[in-house]
């Protein structure tokens, strides 16, 4: 009796130990430590740690506050890894030696230190870190707006043409130009989550709007023509995306929206806009799970009989979300294992 107690007993441990183990957030090929390097991402960096790298904020004990104002990682650092307790955080190397552990906390770095390391990799979204992307405001007349061209031209275009604008706001000298492009409508309710902008001119205001007339500008720089209804926004530099990957609100529930430049297809490096911004609780930072409804097909039994059969979703990747509009957001696509369409599922992974 006492032996088979004992076995019970010992059998329950190890399910229970396995068990932790499972869900231990530490991949188990992690390291023990990491020397961060230019050009890293917080995503490799989770995926070198991490089963799962929306877990990020888990391992760093990390709050909500910590988590939409995170402290910066740099070049030099070293991640260091305890097992014991499933935690990361940064220490020292000395003489080759890896040395104490602290949480990410503020640090003074001189001017010519190197950049923090960036959530994602920039270059697939640098663009859309500067361009609005999306007009919500409709067609208010009090909005910047381009009214008409130098010597009454229909378009202009090279650098130094002279463009006419109403609205501006006073004391801002560089000004990006946009055409409204497209709607971008919810995939199943056809509503109007905004319409995507194309940024087509830079400007600088040589002339302001005073007296009654309207401020003169000149272009800067241009993609294509400048016309009349064209929308202007302060010139805005690149930001630094430092948000640490982390899940939105389990109960999530929306769809792709669009694909960026209108292909049919999204994969590894496409963005993606979602159905689903600030309104809904959308933050930069938000891991999202993309899924395929596979839906129903018919089952034919015999020539004389069929039914209905429902398959099952399918998972098909992970998206990182870097920028969020009132009723939209843009996503970049992290992994997948087939094509990402319009309409599929988007929901907390």
Same mark, same amino acid.
């Given at each position: 009796m006492l032996r088979k107690s004992l076995l019970a007993l010992i059998v329950a441990m190890a399910t229970a130990y396995a068990g932790a183990a499972d869900n231990s957030p530490?991949?188990?090929?992690?390291?023990?430590?990491?020397?961060?390097?230019?050009?890293?991402?917080?995503?490799?960096?989770?995926?070198?740690?991490?089963?799962?790298?929306?877990?990020?904020?888990?391992?760093?004990?990390?709050?909500?506050?910590?988590?939409?104002?995170?402290?910066?990682?740099?070049?030099?650092?070293?991640?260091?890894?305890?097992?014991a307790n499933g935690t990361l955080s940064i220490g020292k190397s000395v003489d080759g030696q890896v040395t104490g552990g602290d949480r990410l906390s503020p640090q003074v770095y001189s001017k010519d230190a190197l950049s923090p390391i960036a959530s994602i990799p920039l270059e697939a979204i640098r663009a859309f870190l500067v361009e609005p992307l999306v007009d919500e405001y409709g067609d208010n007349p009090a909005l910047p707006t381009i009214v008409a061209n130098q010597e009454s031209r229909v378009i202009v275009g090279a650098r130094g043409d002279t463009t006419y604008a109403r609205n501006l706001t006073p004391g801002i000298d560089a000004w990006d130009i946009y055409r409204r492009a497209q709607p971008i409508k919810?995939?199943?309710?056809?509503?109007?989550?905004?319409?995507?902008?194309?940024l087509v001119a830079k400007a600088r205001v040589v002339q302001p709007e005073a007296n009654g007339k309207v401020a003169e500008l000149a272009l800067t720089d241009s993609v294509s023509e400048v016309i009349a209804g064209n929308r202007l926004e302060p010139s805005s530099k690149t930001s630094l995306m430092a948000a640490p990957p982390h899940p939105p609100a389990a109960s999530l529930q929306t769809s792709v929206a669009s694909i960026y430049d209108g292909v049919s297809d999204a994969g590894r490096g496409s963005v993606i806009a979602i159905a689903a911004g600030r309104d809904q609780g959308m933050e930069p930072g938000h891991l999202v799970a993309l899924t395929r409804v596979n839906g129903t097909v018919?089952?034919?039994?015999?020539? #004389?009989? *069929?039914?209905?059969?429902?398959?099952?979703?399918?998972?098909?990747?992970?998206?990182?979300?870097?920028?969020?509009?009132? #009723?939209? *957001?843009?996503?970049?696509v992290m992994d997948a294992t087939g094509p990402v369409k319009v309409g599929d599922k988007v929901s907390a992974p």
């Open positions: 530490i991949a188990d090929s992690a390291p023990d430590s990491y020397t961060v390097k230019q050009g890293d991402t917080l995503w490799g960096i989770s995926g070198m740690f991490l089963k799962q790298p929306w877990r990020w904020p888990e391992v760093w004990k990390m709050n909500q506050e910590q988590i939409r104002n995170p402290h910066l990682i740099y070049p030099g650092q070293v991640v260091v890894l305890d097992r919810d995939p199943y309710s056809g509503a109007v989550l905004g319409h995507e902008a194309k018919t089952y034919l039994e015999s020539l #004389r009989s *069929s039914q209905k059969v429902n398959l099952p979703d399918s998972r098909i990747g992970l998206a990182y979300v870097f920028r969020t509009f009132n #009723r939209l *957001s843009y996503a970049l």
